[in-house]
């Protein structure tokens, strides 16, 4: 009883998570439109009558309606767009051996977390990876890269499943998902924000027009108008950063409770440590999941960099706990499981 | 305003006997749903052996007293009725097995057969959701023998025709651990 409390626990915390992200992309998207509109009409107040006076505030209206459909999108969509940007392709007919071993596994993970069975994908990449994706559990998608199926026994392939499952359970994916979504479209906006604003500049567009506006005055108002562009200007440059920290950080603390979550339905904690010790021996790049994805995978896509560091910053940066610390964790819960059994044996289970 | 209380009073009592009634039917309905999916999967399990003997038979013929031991193991848990007894004959059906996997593993012409391989793993990925659809189904149950037993929800379990559903109990440790059958193709390098 006390493990459906926590799961409903958990899965509360990930709904209120979602929707505080939710609030919290639009409240962003609404500074950057609105912040711009402020400094512009700021900045064209004191122009001449003839000139431009930027009054309506259309920027900031077109850009939280824009947020407001990329979180609509990200909420139906996101999940294709994620396994889309990979590359995956969707088994349903299992052909080889392996497939077939995978398609099992998977059903019977469902039926240890009781979900209903997800899609299941399959990642043209060597490098072994997996990773899960949906809105809830009715929607979900496993997806595992050619190399994990290579790579991994059944025993630790069930395990990396059961990791997956509890990702999907925990409504960690909803959270992860759409956060994907928002990601990708803020380092979109960034972008297209940087390119604007810099041919703006060299064009001597309305930017241009702007710094004119800003020199000629030296009024009251003005100071202020390019305190906030600078302000502006400064947000959109580390928003990408910011939101891809965010992710992480969001991730990392959902990687030790999906691994203990994963390793109660297997009854194997072994299997994972061992699954992600030949995870973490891999030392390539998974190539097909970028930057964008990489908060959602098992292990860290881009290693070497620092999910294999302890400290601060690796705290601080790195998408994924120290995967040693993962398998010293589970090694925990294997002796402890072990104790238990020769404690308890000949009671049932 | 008597009259109001001692109304009040009644219609609250009633309020929770519905409240308890359905609870206990709803967990008693979970209990015989997690059965049917455990039988589901013994079903399978039974469909999958004949496959299996005749796939192998030709290959280990004078493994002759394994096989038949497989084949009555079998017979004897398609015919058992009641948890106690599927779960031993099911027992029994497993060691049967994995005696019969061990031999295999002396016969490397026949696992590299692909459909023997197939057959395994399908029979291990069976008994993999045995394993898992039981324990769900003991959960269910012992909730369901707990809820029934407990005061004040005691005083309806007979209103709901409530009685101890039975668990499936493991006798042997070697059992309790999900089978390690293991000979599938997909190893490192295969």
Redesign the interface.
Known sequence: ?SDDANLFAQQQANRRRSTWLTLGFILFFAWVGFGGDLAFWLLTADAPPDAYHHVVPFIGILSVLSAAAICWYSWRHGAERVLWATGAWELIEPGT??Q??LM??V???A??S?LPKPRVWIVPDADPNAFATGRDAATASVAVTEGL???L???E??AVIAHEMAHVRNLDVRLMTLLAGMIGAIALLSDGMGRMIGRGGRLGGRAGALRAGGRRGGGKGNPLGVVILVLWLLTLVIAPVISRLLAMAVSRKREYLADATGAQ????PMALASALEKLAGATAATESITQGAAHLCIVDPSPGLMSSREGFLADFVASHPPIRQRIVRLQGMAYQQAKR?TAG??S?? | MGTIVLLAVIAGIVLWMVGAYNGLISLKNQVVNGWKQIDVQLKRRHDLIPNLVNTVKGAMDFERSTLDAVISARNRAIGATGVQQTAKAEGELTQALGRLFALTEAYPDLKATNNVAQLQEELTSTENKIGFARQLYNDVATQYNTRQMQFPTNLVAGLAKASPAELWEIEDAGERAVPTVDLSPNKRGA
């Open positions: 009883m051996p392996e077939k071993q099992n596994v059903e019977e993970m039926i240890a009781g199926l290579a790579t026994s059944r025993d392939l069930q339905l297997t009854r194997n059994e044996a000949g049932p289970q």
